[in-house]
């Protein structure tokens, strides 16, 4: 079956973050990351089908979800893992932030920057100490610096926390480098989050996206790895998560972060999960297949502006020579919401998202163009 993912879908009415930030102006918006594109009916058919039923009450997780999850694990890497591992809950930042939890109170951080910005919150919500070391840029692909993360170190270093593939940069780490960061991570005594959310969002067809609690098992028992189906899915408003953490001594402190603050995912939430990680069907590549023309056309008109995208809907642009005072205004006033580089800990950048149909795509590029040449 052939699904259009050019086709305009008028998202007003659905009180959509995306486009909230801008009504009642003709700002384009290519910032917070959904995509533009209709869920498949493979998940809205459970979705209305439960709808058909009149209570909504408070929902256990289905073990049927599970089982579609450890499934998922085997189809796509091979990775059996048992239930008692997953830890299901309303999203990957939760998840993040609990497994910061776990730590010391004097614990610190090492986290490799520019990152997703809840990444930056964790020392306001956890109260430990963070540490932004910068990834390095050789030749448009941003890399983990070993180096830099060596000297960041302290005793007080406890745990690292990385995105794998990569939100803001779409770096998808190779398994080297990811055997590397495992050494780092064994030889230091630490912990390691991965964020694993953008997983089947890999554009470039040379690379794999590696779960390194898989690809380099010998730090399984130190990793907290979280997965999510609602970023490829487009369901990011149906939240739901996976922890997966194989020591039983750290998975039981992660469990106790959660008290009362962290509630459950809601009946629907399950449900749409459930229905992605059983899909084996062509969206998937079809939706890759789009994606990958939209990165050919961001990079047309950026240039070397944009860093390597190897996964990922997000293009990461450089434009520290504009020298802009106002990075958002800059772009507001040609008409492009775009997300600043600041808050992901790099100023000089702006994120563009191009999970939009092609039509959408291109007027923000015409404008994107504009932009770029009026600094
Ligand atoms: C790397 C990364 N992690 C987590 C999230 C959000 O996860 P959740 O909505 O499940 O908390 C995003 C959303 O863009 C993301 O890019």
Redesign the pocket.
């Known amino acids: 079956m052939a699904y259009d993912f050019d086709r305009v879908i008028d998202r007003s009415g659905t009180d959509a973050t995306k486009l909230q930030k801008y009504a009642g102006t003709d700002i384009l918006p290519f910032w ?2 959904d995509m533009d594109f209709a869920v498949p009916d493979f998940i809205l058919d459970p979705l209305h089908e439960r709808l058909e039923h009149p209570i909504m009450g408070y929902t256990k997780k289905p073990v049927s979800l599970t089982l579609a999850l450890q499934n998922w694990l085997v189809h796509h890497y091979g990775w059996q893992v048992p239930e008692d591992w997953i830890v299901w809950l309303p ?4 998840g ?1 932030n609990m497994a910061v939890n776990t730590l010391a109170a004097d614990a610190q951080l090492l986290v490799p920057t520019p990152i ?1 910005y ?1 990444f930056l919150d964790l020392q306001e919500n956890s109260g430990r100490r963070q540490i932004a070391v910068p990834l390095t840029l050789d030749n448009g692909l941003w890399s983990m610096d070993f180096a830099a993360m060596n000297d960041a170190l302290s005793p007080q270093t406890k745990m690292v926390c990385i ?1 794998n593939p ?2 803001p940069t779409g770096r998808c780490y190779s398994l080297g480098e990811l055997q590397a960061l495992a050494g780092f991570i064994e030889e230091q005594d630490l912990l390691l989050v991965s ?1 694993e ?2 997983c089947q969002l890999i554009l470039d067809e040379d690379k794999q996206h590696l779960p390194i609690a898989h690809a380099v098992p010998e730090i399984a028992h130190r990793t907290v790895s ?1 997965f ?1 189906a ?2 490829t899915y487009n369901i ?1 408003g149906l ?1 739901c ?1 996976a922890a997966i953490v194989p020591d039983a001594a750290l998975r039981q402190r992660f469990v106790a972060t959660r008290g009362d603050l962290v509630p459950g995912p809601g009946p629907l939430n399950y449900i749409a999960s459930e229905a992605a990680f059983n899909d084996r069907s062509d969206w998937v590549p079809q939706l890759l297949t789009t994606l990958r023309r939209n990165h050919d056309l961001v990079r047309a008109v950026a240039g070397e502006r944009m860093t390597t995208v190897q996964a ?1 809907y997000l293009a990461w642009l450089n434009i520290e020579d504009l020298q802009l005072n106002d990075v958002d205004g800059h772009f507001e006033s040609h008409g492009l919401g775009l997300s600043n580089g600041a808050p992901f800990g790099h100023e000089g950048y702006v994120r563009f998202n191009f999970a939009s149909p092609r039509s959408v795509l291109e007027e923000g590029l015409r404008r994107l163009s504009e932009s770029l040449r009026a600094g």
Request: hydrophobic residues 45%; charged residues 10%.
């Open positions: 917070i990351a999203g990957v930042v939760p993040l997703y809840p995105a990569q939100n964020d959310i953008h979280l999510a609602t970023k990011p939240g998560a990922t």
